[in-house]
């Protein structure tokens, strides 16, 4: 219990020297709170569990944090790992220590597993968003920070994950917030678990050396005191060694052995003023010649995490380069502790005075902003601020570890497309950190969520569309609509469309023709004709706009059929005007006959073929020839839409077979019914057929196919008649 006690008692005159304004009675308190919660817990080296939380807020006030910095980090495992409650840290401490004591421990609970460095990123980017509040990362990194320190008690498995952990998480935070102190000690604790044998071997290396090094050191910082003072400028010089794992990545990046590693001590020289550091500069490029190009000014351009300082190389006075940084003593607080050196926090003035707070909060990002020069890292770093800031990011976990990186305000359902579209498409439900949740609950940073699915892709509900927060949960769910309600997206697409030709003068016949349809589908880009209404159909494209596309093409199609027409009647040219009857669609005047196949009358449905060198040759849609004619590719173009047109006073011809039980006097019933209604027989032939049948052969002339039928009821009636129709070949 000394121990504690002498600790603590650090910890206060700390305090007392760093910031006299903290009320210290408000921090023993904390104290007192957090070992009588901790009580007897003891920690792997022994000691009291209270050591731990006494020795994080030592680095938070070496960081220079205010007074609820220190006692969250006093408190903040007491949630964790006690039975204290959120309420009795709220009642004692206040909202403020309550809400960082919670950040800490969320960030606590989150998970991390070993992933590529994408997912890292991510990962940081959770930590910060989840932060809100940047003291959280602070006291998180203190806590880290102690923990490494204190790594050697752990097992040889959990040295390794905290220390991949550190290394990827933790001291690239510390990097990007500009705290170069703290980066540099995770990095190497972190190294000494890592890579026991690098480590050992770069210690060892320096351990042969140091007695040349440190001679090098002392002559150059002599010298340059020396200089300084015979100037009669105030500053401090000091040389030091690089950190280890810097050497290593040296090594390893550049692939260099230890002695081909020459820079393996820098100098600092530290001054009161800025003017003072150009002087400085000035005299140390006199005393030892200068690399060029190695010249950078951090003061006039910081870095984008705020470090200011002169940087150059120079060759010492045996030929060995080393680098020197040349800055305030303010510019080196801010390299060492980065944010922290900014983070002002202001307690509320006596006379309640306007909020400060917030505007000196962000007033050092606004200057990041306004000394963007180095574009790459700076942008990765402003990145970083602005979703702690404007929170407009979500951060989460799937069951398996990956970081999902979602909008704000997403739900399970935003979670699930963002993973597949068929994970989306078969969800039935989600949990969220084990438990089941509504479809429009909102995704909190670090939760854990669990799609459940179908076996069988049911879809989504309309629904979703009002609560997804996602365009690509959005967009996925308006392609399964698209594809699930294509029939009928065809058939409105289809009609449409065919609308749209008729209006523009276009035969609708046009594009079914086989020879047109792939250059036409060709211009519309679509697969085929189903795809294409189908967009219309959905409104992905109009049918005004499928139309246009395609017209030029139709209307200079449709000529080539037209001469060809006009060519045939060249060829035979027509005596007889009127043409029979027939309405040959686009064409006047052109040569008609009637096929003796199907032999069709007015009423009957027709279409027209057009002949090699015969004219336009007439057919029932139903007859066989057709039918089968269709079928074939290379004829399609020839088939051409017509219909009747004037018939009156005309007769056609046409056939009829009667099929019936064979009697004698058959014949001449027949011939008497057909005179009874006045039809005009060209001919009656009998054919006997197999057993007592007759097949009755009649070709005569009708007006129309009403007649045509009048005829067939009547010969239908005839005694042993068993059937009555028309001949189609
Ligand atoms: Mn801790």
């Not at 944010?339 to 005075?353: F, L, M, N, Q």
């Not at 404007?390 to 909008?407: K, R, S």
């Not at 211009?523 to 109009?542: E, V």
């Not at 057929?689 to 067939?712: N, P, Y």
């Amino acid at each position: 219990m000394a121990l504690v006690r002498e600790q603590l008692e650090d910890l206060l005159s700390h305090i007392e020297q760093s910031n006299p304004s903290v009320d210290l009675g408000r921090i023993e308190r904390a104290f007192a709170l957090s070992a009588s919660a901790h009580g007897s817990q003891l920690r792997k080296d022994g000691t009291p569990f209270v050591t731990h939380p006494l020795a994080a807020a030592q680095i938070i006030v070496e960081m220079g944090m205010d007074e609820d910095s220190i006692i969250a980090a006093l408190l903040h495992d007491v949630l964790e790992d006690t039975g204290i409650t959120e309420e009795e840290v709220k009642k004692l401490f206040g909202p403020s220590v309550t809400a960082i004591v919670e950040g800490v421990t969320k960030l606590t609970r989150v998970q991390y597993t070993n992933k590529e460095e994408e997912q890292m990123e991510n990962l940081r980017k959770m930590l910060m968003a989840m932060a809100k509040d940047i003291r959280v990362i602070l006291i998180k990194l203190a806590d880290r920070l102690h923990n490494m320190r204190t790594m050697e008690y752990q097992a040889g498995k959990k040295q390794l994950e905290k220390s991949s952990e550190t290394m990827q998480i933790y001291a690239p935070i510390a990097h990007r917030l500009g705290m170069q102190k703290i980066k540099w000690e995770l990095e190497d604790l972190s190294f000494y678990y890592l890579d026991r044998a690098a480590y050992d071997s770069i210690t060892e290396d320096l351990a042969k050396r140091q007695e040349t090094l440190d001679r090098f050191m002392s002559d150059v910082q002599q010298k340059m005191s020396g200089r300084l003072r015979e100037n009669e400028l105030q500053g401090t010089v000091y040389g030091r060694l690089k950190h280890i794992y810097s050497i290593y990545r040296k090594m390893y990046t550049q692939k260099r052995t230890f002695e081909e590693v020459f820079d393996l001590c820098a100098f600092r020289v530290i001054v009161s003023d800025i003017a003072d550091c150009y002087n400085v500069l000035g005299h140390v490029h006199d005393m030892y010649r200068p690399v060029p190009g190695r010249f950078k000014d951090y003061i006039s351009t910081p870095k984008p995490n705020m470090y200011q300082s002169l940087h150059t190389t120079v060759i010492g006075e045996e030929g060995i380069p080393f680098e020197v940084q040349i800055r305030t003593w303010e510019m080196h607080h801010t390299a060492e502790y980065g944010i922290a050196a900014h983070w002002k926090y202001k307690t509320p003035g006596p006379e309640g005075e306007k909020s400060a707070g917030d505007e000196e909060r962000f007033a050092w990002v606004r200057r990041l902003l306004e000394s963007q020069q180095e574009a790459g890292d700076a942008q990765d770093f402003f990145h970083d601020l602005r979703i702690d800031m404007f929170a407009d990011e979500v951060f989460v976990f799937t069951p398996h570890g990956d970081v999902i990186n979602l909008p704000a305000k997403a739900n399970p359902i935003d979670f699930a497309y963002s993973i597949h579209s068929a994970v989306g498409n078969r969800m039935t439900g989600a949990k969220v950190n084990g438990r089941i949740v509504p479809f429009d609950h909102t995704l909190q940073n670090g939760d854990i969520v669990e799609v459940i699915t179908s076996g069988t892709s049911h879809g989504p509900s309309r629904d979703w569309l009002k609560i997804v927060q996602s365009s690509e949960a959005r967009n996925k769910i308006r392609q399964w609509f698209k594809k699930e309600r294509r029939e009928e997206n065809v058939t409105h697409g289809r009609s449409a469309f065919e609308a749209e030709m008729r209006r523009q003068g276009l035969s609708v016949d046009a594009i079914s023709r086989g020879e047109v349809q792939e250059q036409v589908l060709k211009r519309l880009g679509f697969p085929s004709f189903d795809d294409t209404y189908a967009a219309i159909g959905y409104g992905g494209l109009s049918a005004q706009k499928a139309v246009g596309k395609v017209r030029d093409m139709l209307v200079q199609l449709a000529k080539p059929s037209k001469s060809l027409v006009e060519k045939i009647n060249e060829q035979k040219p027509v005596a007889t005007k009127a043409v029979k009857g027939i309405v040959v669609e686009g064409v006047d005047n052109c040569l008609i006959k009637f096929s003796r196949c199907c032999s069709p009358v007015p009423g009957d449905e027709v279409v027209g073929f057009i002949t090699r060198g015969h004219g336009v040759s007439v057919h029932r849609a139903d007859c066989a020839n057709y039918l089968n004619a269709i079928t074939n590719p290379a004829e399609l173009g020839r088939w051409l839409p017509v219909s009747w047109g004037d018939t009156e006073g005309q007769n056609y011809s046409t056939s009829l077979v009667i099929t019936a039980k064979d009697r004698s006097g058959l014949l001449l019933d027949i011939a008497q019914a057909l005179t009874a209604i006045k039809v005009r027989v060209r001919s009656l032939t009998a054919r006997e057929a197999v057993g007592e049948r007759a097949v009755v052969f009649i070709a005569l002339e009708v007006a129309d196919s009403k007649e045509l039928q009048v005829a067939v009821n009547k010969l239908s009636g005839i005694s042993g008649v068993s059937d009555v129709s028309r001949s189609s070949s």
